[in-house]
Structures are given as structure tokens and as C-alpha cells.
């Protein structure tokens, strides 16, 4: 059993992440200063492990707030989340993602050197590999950003390389591809703002007819049905692999590993996909490509396999399922009965 913190805990793939460390029975405590995520999941959250959840509210950037977290607590590792996400947002506001991202981590790096906390599980991205020309995608291809966003995830993979040259740090990087799905228990499960820019969220709220249509972005791609290739990954899955991740580190691996299935799917075969589960026609166009989009990217999974034991088990019909079943819970207001 370990004591972990986790920041921006309160977030899709760090909700998943508490409930999984809580089931594999550690002491999990979360900061989150609530930017990007909804307080209500808290409560839902205690009802999921089956007691109070505490939230320590406050941001990363918050020197004073980590030095009190860090006293008041011998944690055993961080799993770092807290960071904002969104690549046409970093496009706009490139300066707010340094800031946050970049000056998120040294800041979280800086209070946990002084607390002699060395194990990091950092959440990294597959967008770190820019435009690839090569596939499946393996750790030691050579990392370039297309966005700010992207640019803030390199330096960060960067700045944790040189850290670990001049201090005791543990650190696990987990590259993940694109995170979909929910919890089985429809508690829990992503909650974007406003209209989502990604592709799942966004089928889920045609499918609970709050949006129209979805807009295929480009048929034109060199794939077999011309739209583009992703590798999906259930969030179950993802957050089982940050358990394994700090696992590895409690026993001195650290590691750098992609985290995805292996099995790219297209944006047509995952609205297939999701059809099937909803059991009728969401209506769909063909619309322009969408800039920044790359026609391929998927994992090669086998370093995660070897240095994690990690594999995915789920697959598209588990992921399309967990995702329409939460989002009807979600409208039929379970919100409400805490
Ligand atoms: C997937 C495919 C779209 C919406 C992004 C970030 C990445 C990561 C995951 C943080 C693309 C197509 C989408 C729509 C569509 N985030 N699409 N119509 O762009 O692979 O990755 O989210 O780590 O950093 O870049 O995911 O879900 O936005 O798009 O046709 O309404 O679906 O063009 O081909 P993406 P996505």
C-alpha cells in the first residue's frame, strides 16, 4: 500500500485513476483546483470506493499550497494530471499553456525535491511524435510538436529527462494515444465543456440528440476508407496502466511507454461502432479536413508489455458502450442523487 497524490485528480483519466489506485488499495489523496472538471465528481466518487473523498482544492502553480501538501503528507509518488489539454485552445492561448503545463510541472518538481518525493507518473501524449512518416509508433522515434500544446508536452518529457540526471527522481512517462470511454458504472466518465472537439464526446451528444450531426473531418486521407486512423485506448485500460506505472516505479523502473491498444481505427468505424451500440443511424457528413489532423497515428504497445505487464483489454464495442451508457446517466441526472 502506498500513499499517492494525484494532481488534477478530479479530471476524466485522473477520476479513473483514483477509483483504480483506491481498488489496488492504496491511499490516493487528490488536488484539483476544479478549471477543467466538476466538483459534483467528487461525491460520486466517494460513492464508487465507498467513503468520503477529501479534494484538496488549489492549483499546481500554487508554491505555497504544494509546500503545505508536502508537509502535511508523506506521499509515497504523484501522479502529475493537472494540465490543460486542448490543441486549438493552445493554438490561441500559447502563453496560458507554458504557464500551466510547463510551469506546472517545475513547480510540482520543485516541492517534491524539497520533500524528498522522487516517484513521477507524468502524463505525456502521442502527439509528442508531431507528423510521423513511420508506423507503429515506438518510444525512441524522435519527438517534434505541431502546437503549443504539443511543444509543452516535449519540453515536459525534456525537462523530466534532464531532472533525472541530477537528482534521485523516478519517473514514469506514459504517452497516451486517445483516451475514450467510461467507468462501468456510468458514474463517472468525460465531461467536456461546450461542444467537444473530440471525436467520442462528440458522436455521444449526437447520439443524446444535443448536436445534429457529426462532421467527418476529411475522407480524403491516405487510409483505407480515407478518414483518419487513431489508436483508442478505454480509459479503464489507461487508468490500469498508471497503477501498473507506479508500481514499477515503488520497485525502482522507471520507463517511458506508449499507452494504446495497437489497433488504429478510423472516424468512420468508430461511428459505426458507436451506431451499433446506440442501435440506429446518428446521422453523419463529410466535411473538410480539419487542420493539424495527421492521417495515422497509432502505438506500438510492446514496450508498455514488457517493462509494465500492460495490456489493454477492452476493445471498440467495450469503449462506444461505457461512453453512451454514461452519457445517458448522466442526462437522466444521477447528478442529483448523491
Ligand atoms: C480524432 C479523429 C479528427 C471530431 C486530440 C489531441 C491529443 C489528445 C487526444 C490530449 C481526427 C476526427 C473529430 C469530429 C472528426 N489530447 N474528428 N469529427 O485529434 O487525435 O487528438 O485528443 O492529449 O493531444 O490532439 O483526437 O478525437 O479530436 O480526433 O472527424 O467532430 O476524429 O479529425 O481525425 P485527436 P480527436
Redesign the pocket.
Known amino acids: 500500500m502506498a500513499r499517492i497524490l494525484l494532481t488534477g485528480g478530479a479530471g476524466y483519466i485522473g477520476s479513473h485513476t483514483f477509483v483504480a489506485l483506491r481498488d489496488a488499495g492504496h491511499q490516493v489523496m487528490i488536488l484539483d483546483n476544479f478549471s477543467n472538471s466538476d466538483p459534483d465528481v467528487v461525491g460520486r466518487l466517494g460513492r464508487l470506493v465507498g467513503e468520503d473523498v477529501t479534494v484538496i482544492e488549489g492549483s499546481v502553480l500554487d508554491a505555497d499550497l504544494l509546500a503545505q501538501v508536502f508537509s502535511a503528507e508523506a506521499y509515497d509518488g504523484v501522479v502529475h494530471f493537472a494540465a490543460r489539454?486542448a490543441?486549438g485552445e493552445s493554438v490561441a492561448n500559447p502563453l496560458d499553456y507554458a504557464q500551466t503545463n510547463i510551469g506546472g510541472l517545475t513547480a510540482l518538481m520543485q516541492a517534491m525535491k524539497a520533500a524528498g518525493v522522487w516517484r513521477l507518473v507524468f502524463s505525456s501524449?502521442a502527439?509528442v511524435y508531431g507528423e510521423p512518416k513511420v508506423f507503429p509508433l515506438t518510444e525512441d522515434m524522435p519527438l517534434s510538436h505541431t502546437s503549443p500544446?504539443a511543444f509543452t508536452k516535449v519540453t515536459c518529457e525534456h525537462i523530466l529527462a534532464q531532472a533525472a540526471q541530477a537528482d534521485p527522481w523516478q519517473i514514469g512517462v506514459l504517452r497516451?494515444f486517445?483516451p475514450v470511454g467510461a467507468h462501468p458504472s456510468a458514474l463517472i466518465g468525460e465531461d467536456p465543456r461546450g461542444i467537444p472537439?473530440?471525436?467520442m464526446p462528440?458522436i455521444a451528444k449526437v447520439a443524446m440528440g444535443e448536436l445534429a450531426r457529426?462532421?467527418?473531418?476529411g475522407n480524403d486521407y491516405d487510409t483505407p476508407d480515407g478518414t483518419?486512423w487513431?489508436d483508442y485506448i478505454h480509459v479503464m485500460d489507461l487508468a490500469r496502466a498508471h497503477v501498473l506505472s507506479m508500481e514499477a516505479l515503488l520497485d525502482g523502473r522507471a520507463h517511458v511507454v506508449n499507452i494504446g491498444t495497437g489497433t488504429p481505427v478510423s472516424?468512420l468505424e468508430m461511428h459505426s461502432a458507436y451506431q451499433d451500440v446506440v442501435g440506429r443511424d446518428l446521422p453523419h457528413v463529410i466535411g473538410p479536413r480539419?487542420p493539424g489532423?495527421v492521417p495515422r497515428?497509432y502505438a506500438d504497445p510492446a514496450r508498455a508489455r514488457e517493462v509494465l505487464g500492460f495490456e489493454a483489454d477492452f476493445g471498440l464495442s467495450d469503449m462506444c458502450q461505457s461512453s453512451w451508457d454514461w452519457v445517458q446517466a448522466q442526462s437522466a441526472g444521477w447528478r442529483f442523487n448523491r
Do not use: I, Q, S
Request: charged share 25%.
Open positions: 489539454k490543441v501524449t502527439t500544446y497516451y486517445n472537439d473530440n471525436l462528440y457529426l462532421t467527418v473531418h483518419c487513431r472516424v480539419r489532423d497515428l
